[in-house]
């Protein structure tokens, strides 16, 4: 069963304007959550993370919010670059697993 | 129906021991990762092999070596363990870039 779903597999978005990319999970008992970006040949790297006491998270052109009641997560992009073209992984942690668990990924593609 | 299948999920083990941990892909992918995470919850690559060729080979000990009998496993050897071989090891399938799934880990501990 899959407990963090990123339920589109590509999102392509022009230079400039705002991406959006969403997650949902499934187990309430999440502690936190986190954001990867991932280039091609590369390993993820570490975007962005919110507590699950939090409903917002910004740090420069990324902001990540949080809907504990829909169980819902979604990374905001302002404004889209060409770097941000990557594959981005939604995860979750369970703070007494301290295990990651990820979603499949979203491939965003920034057009010109 | 598990996708990407680990094992074992929890490893302890003396220095100087060798170990192995099993990944197992459902999917029908090509392409099969090892990752380890690192402390500050930072992925980092280390083998990527596409249709049992090795494609990705960072740096990395010699200790630790892959094994892919096939293309639905990768194995991941590891030889005299060290204490700071500890951490948590992913196992990953992909198929051309799309759909990355990443196993459940394996949490290796060396006392």
């Known amino acids: 069963d899959q407990q963090v779903k990123q339920n589109s597999p590509s999102l392509s978005v022009q230079e400039g304007r705002i991406s959006i990319l969403n997650c949902d999970y499934t187990n309430s008992m999440f502690d936190y959550f986190l954001w990867y970006k991932k280039y091609p040949a590369e390993g993820p790297t570490f975007l962005i993370s919110i507590s699950s006491i939090k409903d917002k998270n910004e740090d420069g052109r990324f902001t990540v919010f949080l809907n504990k009641s829909a169980k819902h997560l979604s990374l905001h992009i302002v404004p889209s670059q060409p770097g941000d073209s990557a594959v981005y992984f939604c995860?979750?942690?369970?703070?007494?697993?301290?295990?990651?668990?990820f979603g499949k990924g979203t491939r965003l593609h920034i057009l010109p | 129906d598990t996708a990407v299948s680990q094992t074992p999920k929890y490893l302890v083990t003396q220095m100087g021991n060798d170990k192995s941990i099993k990944c197992e892909q459902n999917l029908g992918h090509d392409t099969m990762y090892w990752y380890k995470q690192d402390s500050k919850k930072f992925l980092k690559i280390m083998f990527s092999y596409n249709n049992k060729e090795l494609i990705i080979n960072e740096t990395v000990p010699n200790r630790f070596s892959p094994k892919s009998p096939d293309k639905a496993h990768l194995n991941l050897h590891i030889n005299s363990l060290e204490l700071g071989d500890s951490a948590v090891y992913f196992c990953?399938?992909?198929?051309?870039?799309?759909?990355?799934?990443f196993g459940s880990g394996t949490r290796l501990t060396v006392v």
């Open positions: 995860a979750a942690i369970l703070n007494r697993d301290d295990k990651i668990i």
């Open positions: 990953a399938s992909s198929q051309q870039a799309y759909g990355y799934t």
